[in-house]
C-alpha cells in the first residue's frame, strides 16, 4: 500500500531540479542570442576558455558573479576572462553583461571581445585593463607613486572620462544603458589611466524616450546605492540613479577613504558628504593631501562641488551626465554652491547598511 502510494509521486533527486534550472537557463540565453545574433563578439567554447586562461592559472579576482583570469587569445591579445558562477539566478547577469556592453563604442567603456555559452558554462571575455580597478588607487597606497597619491590632474581626468563613459551609455546609445552599480571596483584602468566602466551585470537596458523604469527591490552596492533605489518614497529610478552613484565616488576620489568613516568617534566627521560640504560653504581650504598648488586646489573643488550637485535625496534635482561633464570642463567661478546634502530617516539608514559592509 506504501509502495503504492509513493509511487503515484514523482520525487526528484536534487541533481534532476538542477539539470532542469540548468537547461532552462541555457535555453532562456540562447533565445535571447538568436534574437539579437549576430554579435561582434565572438563565441568560444569551455574548452577554448580553459586553453585561452592556461587552465585558469593566473586569478586577477573575485566578484559577486564570478571570478576573473588573465588570459591571451590566438592573436596574441592579453585579455581578462570572467566564468560565471553556476549558482547565480537564471541567467539574468549574463544577458546583461552580453545585451548592454555588446551595444556600446566608447573609448571609455570596456570591450566585449567574446563570450561562452556551453551547457551550464558561461563566460566572457573582455580587453585587458593593466592597471586594474580605480579602488586600489583611492584606499590603497599607489603602485605607480612612492608617495601613495595619484595627481590631482589623474583623478580629475579620471571623472571626466567616467563621466563621458555615462553620458554615452544614457544619451549616445539607440537605447539607454542603466548601469545601476558605478563605484571604483566597477571602473578599470589601462596602461594609461584611460577609465573604463565595467560590471554590467545589474544593467538595464530601456528607450531612450522612458525616463522612468520599472525595477524590483534594490540593485547595487551598499554606499553609492541611490535613495529611489530603495524607497520609491524618493522618486522614480532612472539614470539619475546612476548620477547619484557616480556623484557618492568622485567624493570618495577627492576624500581618499570611503564616505562614511566608520572608526572616527566624531560622528561632524562619520559623513563625508557634509564635512566636505561645511569646508566649501566657509571657502576654507579642503585640507585633503593630494593638493599641492592652487591649479591643484581648482581642480578638487571643482570635482567637489559637482559631485555634490549629484548626490540630491531628490533624483530631479540632479543634473544630467551631460550638464555633469559641461560642469566639469567649465569655469569653476561659474559653478553655484550645492544644496546641502539632506539625510532623512531612510537615507541614515543607507548609511547604516553601508557601515556594515565595510
Known amino acids: 500500500m506504501l509502495f503504492a502510494c509513493c509511487t503515484k509521486t514523482k520525487i ?6 538542477l539539470f532542469k534550472k540548468e537547461s532552462s537557463t541555457h535555453q532562456i540565453i540562447e533565445e535571447f542570442l538568436k534574437e539579437h545574433g549576430p554579435l561582434p563578439a565572438a563565441r568560444y567554447s569551455y574548452a577554448d576558455v580553459k586553453k585561452i586562461t592556461n587552465s585558469f592559472r593566473n586569478k586577477l579576482g573575485q566578484g559577486g558573479f564570478g571570478s576573473v583570469y588573465k588570459g591571451r587569445l590566438r592573436d596574441e591579445r592579453v585579455v581578462a576572462v570572467k566564468v560565471l558562477s553556476e549558482s547565480k539566478g537564471d541567467g539574468d547577469d549574463f544577458i546583461n553583461e552580453v545585451a ?12 566585449l571581445l567574446g563570450f561562452c555559452l556551453d551547457g551550464s558554462k558561461k563566460a566572457l571575455i573582455y580587453e585587458f585593463m593593466l592597471n586594474g580597478s580605480l579602488e586600489k588607487f583611492i584606499y ?18 579620471i571623472a571626466v572620462g567616467v563621466a563621458r563613459g555615462l553620458e554615452y551609455m544614457h544619451r549616445g546609445c539607440n537605447t539607454r544603458i542603466l548601469h545601476f552599480d558605478i563605484k571604483p571596483h566597477n571602473i578599470l584602468l589601462d596602461d594609461d ?7 554590467f551585470g545589474l544593467a538595464k ?11 524590483f527591490g534594490a540593485r547595487g552596492t551598499p554606499g553609492y546605492i541611490a535613495p529611489e533605489l530603495f524607497s520609491r518614497h524618493f522618486g522614480g529610478v532612472s539614470h539619475k540613479s546612476d548620477v547619484y552613484s557616480y556623484g557618492m565616488m568622485v567624493l570618495e576620489m577627492v576624500g581618499r577613504r570611503k564616505n562614511i568613516k566608520v572608526e572616527v568617534d566624531c560622528s ?3 559623513y563625508f558628504p557634509h564635512w566636505i560640504y561645511k569646508r ?17 586646489e581648482e581642480m578638487v573643488r571643482k570635482m567637489t562641488m559637482v559631485s555634490l550637485w549629484c548626490i540630491p535625496t531628490d533624483p530631479s534635482h540632479r543634473p544630467a551626465m551631460n550638464k555633469v561633464v559641461e560642469m566639469l570642463e567649465g569655469s569653476l567661478q561659474v559653478l553655484e554652491i550645492p544644496p546641502k546634502p539632506f539625510l532623512s530617516s531612510p537615507s541614515r539608514s543607507l548609511i547604516n547598511l553601508s557601515s556594515e559592509t565595510l
Open 12 to 17: 526528484f533527486p536534487p541533481t534532476f531540479h
Open 140 to 157: 590603497e597606497k599607489n603602485p605607480l607613486k612612492d608617495d601613495g597619491q595619484l595627481e590631482c590632474k589623474m583623478l580629475y581626468d
Open 205 to 215: 537596458i530601456c528607450p531612450r524616450k522612458e525616463s522612468i523604469v520599472s525595477i
Open 280 to 296: 566649501l560653504e566657509l571657502n576654507q581650504d579642503l585640507g585633503l593631501k593630494c593638493i599641492k598648488n592652487e591649479i591643484d
Open 268 to 270: 561632524s566627521e562619520l
Open 100 to 111: 548592454s556592453i555588446n551595444r556600446t563604442s566608447h573609448v571609455n567603456v570596456l570591450r
Open 193 to 199: 589611466l584611460c577609465p573604463k566602466i565595467s560590471d
